[in-house]
């Protein structure tokens, strides 16, 4: 099995995986910060799922699995499942992300080239409720003396600063995306979909290569109730958590319905009354709630699907928002619980990030949008040996270019409904690009 950083999996794996999960100790202030496992992590590709002090970082590949097409979400189940077959596991936690872990990220549209990839790292450091760990992967052979965090972690060095930061437009321009949300608008009042989800991207140039500890560092402080993400070239902080799966148990958090920030508490409450009251808004978030409460149906005995929506605030915007749960319906026999990955390709593309319906508004965005989203509004995250795990939607976010370490997509996304006006949805991109935009400056 090839481990080399862009070549896919041909093949089996070639001798068994041996994993090793043991406590460690991370020095912490009595508030543990983000920042506590993100300073773990050297420049090299380092992989990150962090949010209010807990998570998973991790560096180095043990194992590496690229997928493409419709069949992405359920390619990439196989080969993650070939590779536990293979793997001799010594967990001495037993929480949720230690043991075998992969990291995953996925394009949105079934044809973009940018397919799918699953990291299995070589180190992987969690916390989780006060508790740390230290997993190692290897294929030495045989199991060998108790891993110690100061003989595998990089070596220590700060983040270096991006530099000046220049951008320019993307596939299309500020003001033709007026356009593009112009033909959104008559589709809909023409009855060809009623909701769609459209995107924006912006390039921007850095001084020097990008250090992306520097940006997850700047994220992670700024956004801390985003879910704080590093995947394979995507980074970003994401407020939305399509799915975590954990003991028969399911949790998605539906995002649909904006307003920007004024920066002044007592207008942003009124804002929040506003965003909390409106009619466009309200449909906007119904769409979305709905779409995830169907496709979570068929894998549920029980849910719970909120009435009204809570007011998300952010730092650069609020949103309204739903906490779908659900409660797994038991196996039979020798069955087993869907995997947090299967859960997330039923889900993807909620109509949060595409529109409503499915099949209408991905055609829709095709036709006018004007660009390949690659894993833009696509799912990332991580799972597990026993298939929990959790997935967001990789929004907010930047696309690193594998070749020039200087230049980054960036990109923005709006949904789009029949009261839409298309100022407020390029003014709304445009707070939406803010969260990158700090994490760069």
């Known amino acids: 099995m090839s481990t080399s950083p862009r070549t896919p999996v041909t093949g089996g794996v070639p001798r068994p995986l041996l994993v090793r999960t ?35 970082v991790a560096w180095g590949e043990a194992v590496r699995v690229e997928v493409r097409g419709a069949d992405r979400f359920a390619a990439a189940e196989r080969a993650w499942q070939g590779v536990l077959r ?34 299995v790292p070589r180190v992987v450091v969690g916390r989780r409720d ?16 108790v891993p110690r965090l100061c003989d595998v972690v990089p070596p220590r060095t700060a983040p270096v600063a991006p530099g000046d930061v220049t951008y320019t ?31 924006r991207d912006v390039h921007a140039t850095t001084e020097h290569p990008l250090d992306v500890r ?5 994220l992670a402080d700024r956004y801390r109730s985003c879910w704080t993400f590093s995947v394979d070239g995507m980074i970003g902080a994401t407020p939305e958590l399509l799915v975590r ?5 399911v949790t998605s958090r539906v995002l649909a319905g904006t307003i920007r920030r004024t920066g002044d508490d007592d207008a942003d409450m009124g804002r929040a009354a506003i965003l909390a009251h409106s009619s466009k808004d ?25 009435d009204v929506p809570f007011v998300l605030s952010l730092p650069n915007v609020l949103h309204l928002a739903s906490d779908v749960t659900g409660v797994l319906t038991a196996p039979q026999g020798d069955e087993a619980h869907p995997s947090s990955l299967a859960l997330a390709a039923a889900l993807h593309p909620t109509a949060a990030v595409c529109g409503t319906p499915t099949q209408a508004a991905r055609a829709l965005i095709s036709r006018i949008e004007g660009m390949d989203r690659g894993r833009y509004a696509g799912p990332v995250g991580w799972f597990g040996a026993d298939g929990d795990g959790e997935w967001g939607i990789a929004l907010r976010s930047a696309e690193l270019d594998p070749v020039d370490p200087r230049r980054l997509r960036l990109f923005a996304g709006c949904g789009v409904v029949a009261a839409s006006d298309p100022a407020a949805e390029l003014a709304e991109s445009r707070a939406k690009l803010d969260p990158m935009r700090h994490a760069l400056s």
Do not use: M
Not at 86 to 114: N, Q, Y
């Open 22 to 56: 043991v406590p460690c100790d991370l020095p912490s202030g009595d508030a543990p910060d983000a920042a506590d496992l993100l300073d773990l992590l050297g420049p090299d590709a380092p992989l990150a799922w962090v949010r209010r002090g807990d998570g998973l």
């Open 86 to 119: 293979h793997a001799i596991v010594r967990d001495e936690v037993r929480l949720p992300g230690t043991g075998p872990v992969a990291f995953g990220s996925f394009a949105f549209d079934d044809d973009s080239p940018a397919g799918g990839v699953v990291v």
């Open 130 to 145: 006060g508790r740390t760990w230290l997993t190692t992967v290897s294929t030495a052979g045989e199991l060998g003396p």
């Open 169 to 199: 437009d993307g596939a299309v321009d500020a003001e033709a995306w007026l356009d593009v949300v112009a033909r959104g608008v008559a589709a809909i009042r023409a009855g060809e979909v009623d909701k769609v989800v459209l995107a």
């Open 214 to 218: 520097w940006a997850l560092h700047r």
């Open 245 to 249: 799966s954990e003991r028969g148990l």
């Open 282 to 306: 309200l449909e906007e978030h119904e769409y979305a709630v709905t779409s995830v409460a169907r496709a979570l149906a068929p894998f549920c005995s029980s849910s719970n699907v909120p």
